[in-house]
């Protein structure tokens, strides 16, 4: 397979850095084809700005959907983004690997998702009328790829656990698993996430290593999450609300959008 | 009182800047003093790297963690961090607008808080032992303070409904809400968000504005979200569990975190 691994961490000799190289060096010795997009390397812009759309007439109003709209349809994205976007069509898997900062990715690859999916390739895809909105959540661009996320936390597993205080990981990975991975397509695996980190000593990342590998060997295999398909049947349309039928062993949030077998589980 | 409104949207004449117009017009109609940082305007900086660390050796390994207690600790970090911090602490009320991109903040936003939000000042506040894990969630540099964010949204209302199909608006929030302005001590105000922006016209705008101006008026008096405090009694310590008899009413997910009265509701 083809692999696309998005790295996001300024320092090469960080933990972060250490795994990209492991599972990189996995990947490869199972014969697959790996690409590395080092956004802070390649010193990546992370700001929508008017420096994204050079067809945007100099006095006109900056609308970034619009914009992202026009210049995806006339090929005109600047460079940096167009090579982005052939990678994620050349890749069969995409791989995002960052350290978790206030509970989300870093800036830099916020502005990578938000520069590099543009409307018409990551979303605005597919008909939008009263019987259908849209090709996403299942279906889209990207779809028939596999996506997931390495993640290293600071915070102790049991803060992250089901009760913990920081809130469960799954939930707060879902805005990211779900809503950027999933929406354009993507079967999305289970997060590889690496707890207490500032705490690893030598001792403790040869299993990290271990984990990380066996993670990378089984990444044909390994049964996505398996989240609702917008288009699937479960959600009413236009509303794309969940039927009421649905999800009653979950009683709200995120989990709903997950099928049942396995939010029982 | 003071408030700070912190601006993230590329293009003064968007929708996203009416609305910061009409809320800094009421402030400062109820006598409120008003300060903006509007970090596009400002060219903010988004990324943390080894800028961030002046007093950082050249040949060091730089870890971000380390790097922002030393530079806070020692008053080294870079003077717009500085001048953030400053606001920060000045602020009675700190407003977050931003357009909801990829369901979550734009990257020069998310760049401004992993940037400011440095260590010692925002988190690893307080003793951490096995008897109290720091001042957070509810306690902290900026208890007794408040907090909004004012979002636009691309998407329908009901796509972001208890259960449409992008997950609830609370939930997507919560990492922001609870994990980056709870934790730090502020009392969290329910979000100010506008639905299907890109729909919206001159007609449309007003009811919306005066919505905004309500919301304006009452910054004071708006109960806080009631997110349950880490060192209120609700959690098992370091384990930093909910303890087993609470949230009975939520079965899982965020809702947890909230106490039960409204949670309910």
């Known amino acids: 397979m083809k692999v696309l691994?998005?790295?996001a961490h300024p320092e090469p000799r960080s933990l972060n850095g250490a795994l990209r190289d492991v599972a990189v060096k996995e990947l490869q010795a199972q014969g697959h084809e790996v690409r590395v997009s080092d956004l802070y390397a390649d010193g990546w812009k992370s700001e929508i700005d008017r420096a994204d759309f050079p067809s945007l007439a100099a006095d006109a109003r900056l609308m970034p959907v619009a914009a992202s709209r026009n210049a995806f349809g006339t090929d005109t994205l600047t460079d940096d983004v167009k090579a982005e976007i052939e990678k994620l069509l050349w890749a069969d898997v995409l791989i995002l690997q960052f350290p978790l900062w206030w509970f989300s990715m870093p800036a830099i690859l916020k502005g990578w998702v938000d520069r590099v999916f543009a409307f018409g390739f990551a979303y605005g895809v597919g008909e939008h009328s009263d019987k259908r909105w849209g090709d996403r959540y299942g279906e889209g661009t990207l779809v028939g790829k596999r996506a997931m996320l390495i993640v290293t936390a600071g915070g102790w597993e049991a803060h992250y656990a089901s009760r913990g205080v920081n809130g469960p990981i799954d939930d707060l990975l879902f805005p990211i698993n779900h809503g950027i991975l999933y929406y354009p397509g993507y079967d999305v695996l289970p997060p590889f996430v690496?707890?207490?980190v500032d705490r690893l000593d030598e001792a403790g990342f040869e299993p990290v290593a271990e984990s990380l590998r066996a993670r990378m060997r089984t990444l044909e295999t390994t049964?996505?999450?398996?989240?609702?398909?917008q288009n699937g049947g479960d959600y009413h349309i236009p509303s794309m609300?969940?039927?009421p039928e649905l999800g009653e062993a979950v009683a709200a949030g995120f989990a709903l959008h997950v099928q049942d077998e396995t939010a029982a589980g």
């Open 194 to 196: 690496t707890y207490s």
């Open 223 to 229: 049964p996505p999450i398996p989240y609702r398909r």
């Open 5 to 7: 691994l998005v790295f």
């Open 241 to 243: 609300q969940l039927r």
